[in-house]
């Protein structure tokens, strides 16, 4: 079975390669997510996560296309790391599913809030590049216990469990 991942993070793809368990090959595009860089609700952050994957099936030939998405959330609360996943199937209507979810601290917050991108700013408050491909934000404020690839994986295996489910109904 061919899957097709609608990113080069390799954040993701760990992730995607973590989550299927049997023969399966694995390819990598770089899919158009069609939202803002900076999803600002779960709304847009499932719109990225459903076009990534419904672009990557495509643009791969693929049996499955999966695609991850980033975002936050506002709540009274504060500001919510969020990301969502979807798979798309040539079998039947697209699966969503959502990853764990922490509020960010406020400074990081105000900066997301007047416009600035998540990414850059954890690269600029770690003094550390490329956060977002490594351990992520999520990583950063769990203090390393759960980092971005572990939270991707749990959250893909919620799509590949869904979709197993689906199928074994049409069967
Ligand atoms: O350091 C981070 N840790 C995280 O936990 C996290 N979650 C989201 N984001 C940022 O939110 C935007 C959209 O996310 P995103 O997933 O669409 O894009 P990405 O650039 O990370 O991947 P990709 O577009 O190469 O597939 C991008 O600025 C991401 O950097 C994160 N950055």
Not at 63 to 86: F, H, K, P, R, S
Not at 98 to 111: D, Q, S
Not at 140 to 152: P, S, V
Request: aromatic fraction near 8%; glycine fraction near 12%.
């Amino acid at each position: 079975m061919k899957i097709i991942i609608g990113s080069n993070n390799p954040a993701k793809i760990e992730a995607v390669k973590h989550a299927f368990k049997g023969n399966y090959d694995f390819f990598s595009v770089n899919a158009f997510s069609g939202v803002s860089e900076m999803p600002f609700s779960d709304e847009e952050t499932i719109k990225g996560a459903l076009n990534r994957a419904e672009s990557a099936i495509k643009i791969g030939h693929g049996d499955i296309g999966i695609g991850l998405e980033g975002g936050v959330q506002e709540t009274t609360y504060g500001l919510l790391l969020c990301n969502w996943g979807a798979i798309a199937s040539n079998e039947h209507s697209s699966i969503i599913a959502g990853g764990a979810r922490i509020l960010l601290p406020e400074e990081i917050a105000i900066r997301l809030r007047n416009g600035e991108e998540l990414g850059p700013v954890m690269d600029d408050y770690t003094n550390k590049q490329n956060i977002r491909k490594k351990e992520g934000a999520v990583g950063i404020f769990t203090n390393g216990k759960i980092d971005r690839a572990e939270m991707f994986t749990h959250l893909t295996k919620l799509l590949v469990g869904q979709y197993e489910y689906h199928r074994s109904l049409i069967k």
